[in-house]
């Protein structure tokens, strides 16, 4: 598996933004398709965008139009970012990026290649 590194989580006041990013660096195959989830307080984790190697991105609904996917492919280092605008507390959450997974049409199936997490907290 391809080590995957998160950066970017913090504290950010409701209305602002951050922007999360996923590394995921060596010689490997090219990555077909990458993927954020979340875990929020007490719940399960849950979707939250996934973008294949052509660029095409795909969102859960409750975050598309305040969430932006998109991924930088270089020689040997793949990194996914995910642009979070307009947050809002209950965006407050572990957010875990995965590699590797497939996409059944528009719904992305993760494979078990995941980050280590990055805490956000929206909070005034």
């Known amino acids: 598996q391809v080590p995957l590194v998160e950066s970017g989580g913090g504290l950010a006041q409701p209305g602002g933004s951050l922007t999360l990013s996923c590394a995921a660096s060596?010689?490997?195959?090219?990555?077909?398709?990458m993927g954020w989830f979340r875990q929020r307080p007490g719940k399960e984790r849950e979707f939250v965008a996934a973008i294949n190697w052509i660029g095409s991105s795909y969102y859960a609904d409750s975050m598309k139009d305040r969430f932006t996917i998109s991924r930088d492919d270089a020689e040997n280092t793949i990194t996914m970012y995910l642009q979070m605008n307009s947050l809002k507390p209950e965006d407050t959450a572990v957010y875990y990026c995965?590699?590797?997974?497939?996409?059944?049409?528009?719904?992305?199936?993760?494979?078990?290649?995941w980050g280590q997490g990055t805490q956000v907290t929206v909070s005034s």
């Open positions: 060596g010689s490997f195959v090219p990555i077909a398709a």
């Open positions: 995965n590699s590797g997974g497939s996409m059944r049409g528009e719904n992305y199936i993760p494979s078990d290649n």
